[in-house]
């Protein structure tokens, strides 16, 4: 998303719901008229909205941890609302496992972690996290993969659970012993998961 990792903020891009529009902006410019799209958490309603407002286009989505429901019941918790001796440990299952697998080394490093939470926070705004409340799932027919890990306390998986009843074409793979965050957490287990959705339906891609 615009402003995470080493992009650049782009101007006019204000709000998550922005995001659906500048990356249909930017599929036009290159003219791509079929691929899949996956995200984590935010990343993954923007990944919904997209699959919703390109339904023949998006012809495989994958949705790790993703925020897409609303459950009365269960609460969504802001990350960035937390302690920050609980921040890390709110995240993931087990801090030092992330420590080891993530690149954040340097000075360099942290201030372009630090920059993405803050990036973050200005997409949310005052809403906080939550789901698009203007998305039709009904229009999100192509065949979803949901991972998710059973130990998230953002976005808990009874949201995983909820969002495969409402697809029309969803499996979810739950993962023992993980966060929020499988790709970082059981990295190899995620791309493996992923290859294999991909390949299964690679002739939707061709």
Not at 167 to 185: N, S, T
């Amino acid at each position: 998303m615009p402003g995470f990792g080493q992009s650049e903020k782009v101007p006019g891009i204000e709000r998550v719901s922005d995001i659906v529009v500048a990356i249909q902006g930017w599929l036009g410019v290159w003219n791509i008229e079929r691929f899949a799209i996956g995200g984590n958490s935010m990343g993954g309603r923007v990944a919904l909205g997209v699959a919703a407002q390109m339904p023949t286009q998006v012809r495989a989505l994958m949705l790790l941890d993703a925020v897409g429901v609303n459950l009365k019941d269960v609460p969504i918790v802001n990350p960035l609302t937390l302690p920050p001796d609980q921040f890390m440990s709110g995240l993931v299952k087990h801090p030092d496992r992330y420590r080891k697998l993530t690149p954040y080394r340097t000075l360099s490093d942290a201030q372009e972690l630090n920059h993405g939470r803050h990036v973050f926070a200005q997409y949310l705004g005052n809403d906080g996290i939550a789901s698009d409340p203007s998305l039709d799932l009904t229009r999100v027919n192509m065949p979803t993969l949901l991972l998710w890990g059973r130990d998230d306390i953002i976005v808990p998986v009874e949201y995983g659970r909820q969002l495969e009843k409402a697809l029309a074409d969803a499996e979810l793979l739950i993962i023992d012993d993980v966060g929020h965050l499988p790709h970082i957490e059981e990295p190899q287990m995620t791309c493996r998961t992923m290859a294999d959705f991909l390949s299964r339906h690679a002739n939707l891609l061709a």
